[in-house]
């Protein structure tokens, strides 16, 4: 058995990385994509590798020759890499492909070691690695039948998303016999060749067999096994980010702040958005009118301010709309001045966005991660301005409608601005749920102004939708004023218009999230290590005793997939090892207890 890469391409899409050495000598996670895959040679027990060259050859043989001495190395050099495609590279090398069982590789791929050695084990002599196709892939697919045997690749110009659910995308990792290569692979390829010249694709000629009856091109589905193609700059950093090592993965996802879906099959715990809505009906209502929302303009701000107010039932005139709450929070910050309370940890936008604040930290630590209404009197009497994120985030305490009222009397009382964010006031448990988006409540206090993040309630973060409310006119005049025209787009928009189609579904949905938190807080409570607290939000907080935090969740990655947020380093913990998690379903959720039950101290 032997393996052959091809290698002589020049990589233009990866810009810098390529300016002078192919695309196999780009590092991942610390190491060539050459050297990764001679691991997953090693491990299969092939030691013969045939190299094809092109595009900075001389650098990438000296390379090899140091690094894979262990190897029975053959370079063969297409000096014609900067006009032909892979499917010459390929030609170049009918002769050794011809000779021997082969495994084919591609320069651009990372994987798991274990793939090469998974398809030596495969009894099928053809093999074809392929994945079942998702959102951030590209190029060639295929159609499997229901044997396991590949009966067509589509190239992307046939590519339908009407049949996506059939797709499996080609890997670029085969395992192919000697007979199959010298009795129908290489005349295939010599004919292809010279019919359609050398600027063409291997895979071509695959395509053309696999029509045949006994070419018997098995697939050999990825499941879990990571891989990635990496052609542009951002594959390098989700190849970087995958496949980093061990000591460097957490943070490299946590460098991201979602896009999570790229990475394959990530449960995401880390990010605190509403599982069970939308509905699978408001998401085809939006489909259906998606080529509009897309080529048209969305509608300046008043629209915006009158849609909002068909949804929360408040005044227009106290009403601005922001792309996320991100974009109010940092508005706000650009007008608030002053001494400004705030509860330590807490989000971390209101610290950053609030440069001419004085921040006047209310200690969480100190009072167990809880609400000390002394201490919030004290600010709301002493202090200019006076934060609340309702429940807190990340502790998940809650202040009960009786408690901030007393405390926006106070704040009245003494001329402190008030600043509630009740971003995950809806997933409180019914019996205490309550909102301060009431005109009669925001005309009573028109020194509050509330705060809403729509894309965590409501499970439209891609939306990036938020609301803020104040009675104070001229205040929320201010912030208009420093707001875009068009800070959101025509998606966000019609979610508002069709909202109160589906708000009774958003209600149940919210109270499955009530439902699903008290299980998981009964089932954390179980496992010796985590103490969980208390919570009215969609995410708990727990202790973790017995192992660190950053330790658990760099275990939950690295095992089963799953992110965490890990709060050692937050501001607010003194180091101490603390978790956060969110609720999701009631799948996801069984899969972090199986993961946690794997933990041993």
Known sequence: MQALMLAAGMGKRLGAYTNNQTKCMVKVGGRTLLEHAADALREAGIRRFVIVVGYEGEKLMAFAREKLADFDLEFIVNEDYATTNNIYSLYMAREQ??????????????????????????????????AKYEQWMDGTVTLVDDDGLIREFIEKKDFSYASVDKYYKTVNVYKLSR?????????????????????????????????LPFAGLKAFEMGDIKWYEIDDVQDLDIANTLFARQEDRLHAYELHFGGYWRYGNL???????????????????????YP????????????????????????????????????????????????????I????????????????????????????????????????????????????????RAQLLELADLCAEH????????????????????????????EKYPNLLVMKSISKSYGVPGLRLGVCACADTAWTERLRRLLPIWNINSFAEYFFQIYGLYAGQYQAACDAIALRRAEMTERLSRFPFLTPYPSQAN???????????????????????????????????????????????????????????????
């Not at 492909?97 to 791929?109: G, K, N, R």
């Open 267 to 289: 449960k995401d715990f880390c990010y605190l958005v509403n599982p069970y809505f939308p509905p699978k009906k408001l998401l085809d209502q939006m489909m259906y009118f």
């Open 539 to 601: 995410y708990i907080l727990c202790r973790v005793d017995g192992i660190g935090s950053k330790e658990l969740a760099g275990i939950l990655l690295r095992d089963d997939d799953l992110l965490i947020k890990d709060l050692s380093e937050k501001n607010g913990f003194s180091g101490r090892s603390f978790i956060r998690v969110a609720v999701r379903n009631e799948a996801d959720n069984e899969a972090l207890y199986r993961a946690l039950e794997k933990i041993r101290l």
């Open 345 to 400: 940890p807490a989000f971390n936008e209101y610290i950053r966005c609030f440069p001419d604040c004085e921040i006047v930290s209310l200690s969480g630590e100190a009072h167990d991660y809880r609400f000390e209404m002394d201490e919030l009197r004290e600010a709301a009497s002493t202090c200019d301005n006076l934060v609340l994120i309702n429940p807190d985030n990340p502790s998940g305490a809650f202040l009960e």
């Open 179 to 211: 007979s199959f290569c010298a009795e129908q692979y290489v005349p295939f390829l010599e004919a292809y060749i010279r019919a359609y010249g050398k600027n063409q694709y291997y895979e071509m000629v695959l395509k053309a067999l696999a029509h």
């Open 97 to 130: 492909l011809a000779a021997d069982d082969t495994v084919l590789l591609e320069s651009d791929l990372i994987y798991e070691p274990r793939l090469i050695r998974m398809l030596l084990e495969t009894e099928a002599p053809n093999v074809v690695a392929v």
């Open 415 to 442: 001329g402190t601005k008030l600043v509630v964010d009740e971003s995950f006031a809806d997933f409180a448990d019914p019996a205490v749920r309550y909102t301060l988006l009431d005109d009669d409540i925001l």
């Open 292 to 343: 509009t929302l897309l080529t048209q303009y969305p509608s300046g701000m008043n629209t915006q301010k009158l849609l909002a107010s068909k949804m929360f039932g408040v005044k227009t005139d106290y009403l601005l709309v922001g792309n996320g709450a991100a974009e109010l929070i940092n508005t706000l910050g650009r007008t608030m001045t002053g001494r400004t309370a705030l509860s």
